[in-house]
Nanobody, 121 residues
């Protein structure tokens, strides 16, 4: 069964950095856009970043622009979200997802189980 698995969450102080990883298996990784989303309990899920299948384009939410960087490795079926200058409002469960559509139409065909990121003040 196609799947993505996130790793790298944890607890960090404000101003610190974390790296989240997403590993895909059992689907054509290089045919899929990869997105990172986050959700806080009681709030709507927010798309943080998205990268096209060939890394030609990357999109970021205004709330993370300049602080987060999304990249992918199509040889190893992996994607990395580098998060710097973290703020307490970045605290959430972060999800990786894959979609055969472009980032502009991203819905999410394959979802991971999420990884918790907690930023303390």
């Amino acid at each position: 069964q196609s799947k993505v698995v996130e790793s790298g969450g944890g607890v960090v102080q404000a101003g610190g950095s974390l790296r989240l990883s997403c590993a895909g298996s059992l689907f054509k990784w290089d045919h899929y856009a990869i997105g990172w989303f986050r959700q806080v309990s009681g709030k709507e899920r927010e798309r943080v970043a998205c990268i096209s299948s060939s890394s030609v384009s990357t999109h970021y939410a205004d709330s993370v622009k300049g602080r987060f960087t999304l990249s992918r490795d199509n040889v190893n079926n992996a994607a990395t979200l580098e998060m710097t200058n973290l703020k307490p409002e970045d605290t959430a469960i972060y999800y990786c997802a894959a979609d055969w559509r472009y980032c502009s139409s991203f819905i999410g065909d394959i979802w991971g189980q999420g990884t918790q990121v907690t930023v303390s003040a």
